[in-house]
């Protein structure tokens, strides 16, 4: 079965600044997706920024980018020049190719200090 | 449009009562989920619809029970809850994964059994 782990259940940056968010996960499949999704207290999951199993290159949205390494199975999210905006629940999340669940680890909530 | 829209946004109900949880898209997507996500806690997947194909957690309780009467709309009829069933009940949807792989989520209904 495949797991998501975020070991960080919480972590505070001071705006400005640059933080990192990590993620394990297991699985003995070859291709699927990863992603990182936002939850702020408005309550809507909103994608952050996703990455293909098969692509080397770490993906980058803006701010956000991410830290993929395969035989590790690890997928850290950086988040660069922290707004107070960036306040949220973050979820690590999970989805093999071949089917439609996507699975999600426990969340870091992420604190920005002004 | 890539919206996912839930209604009710709140709902309060007691355990003999008989309601219905909607959620709509228009984005074309071919799977729609339920998840139910309580306070500081990942969502966890309770249904997916693929084509209209439904797939089920298999520790969901039978008083849940999903519809989806087309490919654009799913509901979930909820009947003689317990309190312990009171969360955030979020819907997602999802597109084929060689055109797209993350899920787009609604807002959420907050269900509180009394």
């Known amino acids: 079965a495949q797991t998501v782990t975020q070991s960080q259940p919480e972590m505070s940056v001071q705006e400005a600044e640059t933080v990192t968010l990590s993620c394990t996960y297991d699985t003995s499949e070859s291709d699927y997706y990863l992603f990182w999704y936002k939850q702020p207290p408005s309550r809507q999951m909103i994608l952050v920024i996703r990455?293909?199993?098969?692509?080397?290159q770490n993906a980058t949205e803006n701010r956000f980018s991410v830290n993929f390494q395969k035989a590790a199975k690890s997928f850290s999210l950086k988040i660069s020049d922290s707004q107070l905006g960036d306040a949220a629940m973050y979820f690590c999340?999970?989805?093999?190719?071949?089917?439609?669940?996507?699975?999600f680890g426990k969340g870091t909530r992420l604190h920005i200090l002004p | 449009d890539t919206e996912v829209t839930q209604t009710p946004k709140h709902l309060v109900m007691g355990m003999t009562n008989k309601k219905s949880l909607k959620c709509e898209q228009h984005?074309?997507?071919?799977?729609m989920y339920w998840y139910k996500q309580k306070a500081k806690k990942p969502p966890e997947l309770m249904f997916v619809?693929?084509?209209?194909?439904?797939?089920i957690n298999e520790s969901v309780p039978s008083r849940f029970s999903p519809e989806c009467p087309n490919s654009s709309l799913l509901n979930l009829h909820l009947h003689a809850l317990q309190p312990e069933d009171s969360a955030l009940y979020l819907c997602?949807?999802?597109?084929?994964?060689?055109?797209?792989?993350?899920?787009?989520f609604g807002q959420g209904t907050r269900l509180t059994v009394v």
């Open positions: 990455q293909e199993a098969y692509k080397q």
């Open positions: 997602a949807s999802s597109q084929e994964t060689i055109l797209g792989s993350e899920a787009f």
């Open positions: 999340a999970y989805r093999r190719r071949r089917d439609d669940k996507i699975i």
């Open positions: 984005m074309g997507h071919r799977a």
């Open positions: 619809y693929s084509y209209e194909k439904l797939s």
